[in-house]
C-alpha cells in the first residue's frame, strides 16, 4: 500500500453485543457498539480491553454495500477462539489470522 492510500485507511474498534434474527427474514443480525476509530492498527488494538472488541479497517470517502456483508479485514485481535452461532469469525493469533468454522 502507497502512502497516500495508506493516510485513506483508519481501523474501526467496536464491542460485539449479539445476534438477533431480522423481522421477517430467515438471517441473523450482528449487533456491536462503536468504540473508536483510529489512525493505525496498532492503535485500534490497544483499544480493544478484551476479546469481545473487534477492529477493521475503513477507507475513507469509500462507499459501502447497502446489505449487509463480510467485513474484509476485520478481526477480533484479543480472542484466541471464539465460535459464532451463525457464521465465522476471524481472530488473530501472534501475527496469523485464522478462521475457525463452527
Known sequence: ????????????????????????????????????????????IKACPNDQYFIAPANIDEIVPVDASEW?????PKAEKIKCCCDDIKVKNDEKKETFDQ
Do not use: L, V
Request: net charge negative.
Open 1 to 44: 500500500m502507497d502512502k497516500e492510500k495508506e493516510n485513506e485507511q483508519i481501523w474501526i474498534c467496536g464491542k460485539y453485543i449479539s445476534h438477533s434474527m431480522r423481522h421477517n427474514k430467515p438471517e441473523m443480525e450482528m449487533s456491536w457498539e462503536f468504540a473508536g476509530c483510529f489512525s493505525t492498527e496498532e492503535k485500534a
Open 72 to 76: 474484509t479485514g476485520a478481526y477480533y
